[in-house]
């Protein structure tokens, strides 16, 4: 069965630092991968998705990710982090093979910016 | 962009009772899921809806469950009778189609709180 791990429950930097959220996947296959992140009262917002071509893959508000199959990893970046960043960020995987897209969640990543 | 609307941002409601938990999707899309979040816990996947059918439905879809959307208003789950481990917040997503690259469109979600 798939699964999606986000070993980090809760990452504290301060404004202007760079940053990186983990992301760890189990699934036999390529999966769709997707980073998304949810602000106060608000739901969820894509930031950015992979399936395939290159491993680095440009999102919104100058967030990345780099696929890696070796590690079975998808990890988020951000050169600089602003205040505004502070949220919930999630990363999902939709299996290749189902019709459906049903996304399968890791349990989220509580990023706090500090000024 | 576009929202994904659902009513009413909490219920509580006594263990054995009905709720229904209503989503406003997107107007021109096709697909609907509802998804299941614990407490401290990852949001899951309840069930997907298309064409006036359920396509695909996980294990903690149980059978006090149900969902419908009547002549393409709102998006409904139903729980009738909710038991305690129904506590939990529920999220609506909606997608136009595309396949499992396509966006999931999310909902800010329902807190079900059963007594």
């Known amino acids: 069965a798939q699964s999606v791990t986000q070993p980090d429950a809760r990452v504290t930097v301060s404004e202007g630092a760079s940053l990186q959220l983990r992301c760890k996947y189990s699934y036999s296959a390529t999966p769709y991968l997707f980073w998304y992140v949810q602000y106060p009262r608000q739901g969820l917002q894509l930031l950015l998705k992979?399936?395939?071509?290159?491993?680095v893959v440009q999102g919104v508000n100058s967030f990345e990710a780099e696929f890696s199959k070796s590690n079975s990893s998808f990890h988020l970046q951000k050169a600089s982090v602003h205040w505004s960043d502070s949220a919930v960020y999630f990363c999902?995987?939709?299996?290749?093979?189902?019709?459906?897209?049903?996304?399968?969640f890791g349990k989220g990543t509580v990023l706090l910016v500090s000024p | 962009g576009p929202k994904v609307l659902q009513i009413p941002s909490h219920q509580i409601i006594d263990m054995g009772q009905m709720v229904t938990l209503n989503c406003d999707p997107v107007s021109n899309h096709l697909y609907f899921y509802w998804y299941k979040q614990i407490l401290g816990q990852q949001m899951e996947f309840l069930v997907n809806?298309?064409?006036?059918?359920?396509?695909?439905k996980s294990k903690l879809f149980k059978d006090q469950f149900s969902v419908e959307r009547p002549d393409g208003s709102y998006f409904t789950l139903k729980i009738q009778p909710t038991a305690l481990e129904d506590s939990a917040v529920y999220f609506c997503a909606s997608r136009k189609g595309g396949g499992n690259y396509a966006e999931q469109f999310f909902g800010p979600g329902t807190r079900l709180t059963v007594l």
């Open positions: 992979y399936y395939s071509g290159d491993p």
């Open positions: 999902a995987l939709s299996m290749s093979h189902s019709g459906y897209n049903k996304l399968t």
């Open positions: 809806f298309y064409n006036g059918k359920v396509m695909e």
